[in-house]
């Protein structure tokens, strides 16, 4: 039977971010991860507007001054310096948050473990690993995604991309955020395309659904585009593919036992930005634990939370309307206050720019139907 003062469920985002600001901040317990997977590689990508400083700043990948959104003939590009787009590789962030933890003896990553069974007693929580394996804790740090089943006006994103090498793809220095695509998908469907460099890019294919999207035909859309601009001769270095829940998960904590990173709800539900709302998360976390408090849970904004809600339904109303929306909104809103809204860190005239810029009436049908269905 091995003891810790603090289990992490899943060495994810959420995981990494508290343990390399625990570590940093020299909490006193002892610490255990149980992984089933390891190694996951380069499985994905984390972007967004930084918030400024994290533990993370040396593994940005890139930072791009300006991002694009096109649908149909319309198209916007949009830039502000204070507020720069940036990625992270997965592999980057587990390697510092890896080397981190082997600054610590006494915390152990059981890998290739998974829990199977969890018993509350006095003392915490007793867990039984699929080896048989004991472990008893205090505190549980939960990464799992639960079960869900979204309703409307909840979707889900569904991703599939694809990361390029070897061809010259052209310049580099402005993000494709969202170039939306002229069939009717359920809800939206766009594609994706950061220029890593002159010769090295990622596309992706998303779509917003009512249940996640088929991967196949979404990796054989990402051909036909790569077909159409000549780049089916590059050589494809890696691939990435996901389901994000659009939604408002609930924050979970009771008795010891916590749910966090999107699990628990860090997830902004009408953007699937997460990375950086987790990091604001982990340095609160961190400062509780080490001063001997339970770690507050993922928090969002109800005011967003509801403003999402208005946006999501409106697109299930005239889904043919995603892309001049998002056009609307990068054309009309000043980039800096677009940027810290999609990143859930808006000022109170941040959130006038982004009302004045949408359709009201539109809107007020969303939000009349939007209510109604909270009711």
Not at 146 to 166: I, K
Not at 300 to 307: I, P, T, V
Request: with cysteine; proline share 9%; net charge neutral.
């Amino acid at each position: 039977m091995t003891r810790a003062d603090i289990v992490f469920v899943g060495l994810g985002a959420a995981a990494m971010s508290l343990a390399i600001r625990l570590v940093r901040d020299q909490y006193p317990g002892r610490v255990l991860f149980i992984e089933p997977h390891p190694d996951r590689g380069d499985d994905r990508t984390w972007c967004g507007w930084g918030p400024g400083n994290h533990p993370f700043q040396s593994c940005i990948t890139r930072k791009w001054p300006q991002w694009g959104v096109s649908a149909g003939d319309q198209s916007v590009v949009a830039g502000h310096p204070d507020t720069p787009y940036e990625m992270l590789r997965a592999s980057d962030v587990a390697a510092l948050a890896g080397a981190a933890i082997a600054e610590r003896p006494d915390w152990v990553v059981l890998g290739n473990r998974a829990l199977a069974s969890a018993e509350r007693i006095d003392t915490g929580w007793r867990l039984l690993l699929d080896n048989g394996d004991e472990v008893q804790t205090t505190r549980v740090l939960d990464a799992r995604p639960p079960a869900l089943s979204l309703q409307r006006p909840w979707v889900w994103q569904s991703f599939v991309g694809v990361e390029l090498a070897d061809h010259d793809f052209g310049q580099a220095d402005t993000v494709r955020l969202m170039d939306f695509v002229e069939e009717a998908p359920p809800i939206a469907a766009f594609f994706y395309e950061l220029p890593i460099a002159r010769d090295r890019r990622l596309v992706e294919f998303t779509q917003f659904t009512p249940e996640p999207a088929d991967e196949h035909a979404m990796r054989a859309r990402i051909d036909t585009l790569l077909a159409e601009r000549g780049w089916q001769g590059a050589r494809v270095i890696r691939t990435e593919s996901g389901h994000l829940p659009m939604a408002p998960i609930p924050p979970y904590s009771k008795e010891g036992w916590m749910r966090i990173g999107t699990a628990g709800g860090s997830m902004r539900p009408a953007t699937g930005y997460a990375f950086h709302a987790i990091q604001r998360w982990a340095d609160a976390a961190s400062r509780a634990l080490c001063t001997g408090k339970p770690p507050p849970t993922p928090q969002r904004s109800g005011l967003l939370d509801w403003l999402d809600g208005v946006f999501l339904e409106s697109l299930w109303q005239n889904p043919r309307t995603a892309g001049s929306q998002f056009i609307r909104l990068f054309r009309n809103v000043p980039p800096d206050a677009l940027g810290r809204f999609l990143m859930s860190q808006p000022r109170a005239l941040d959130i006038m720019y982004v009302l004045r810029a949408l359709p009201v009436r539109p809107m007020l049908r969303a939000a009349w139907q939007h209510g109604w269905r909270r009711t």
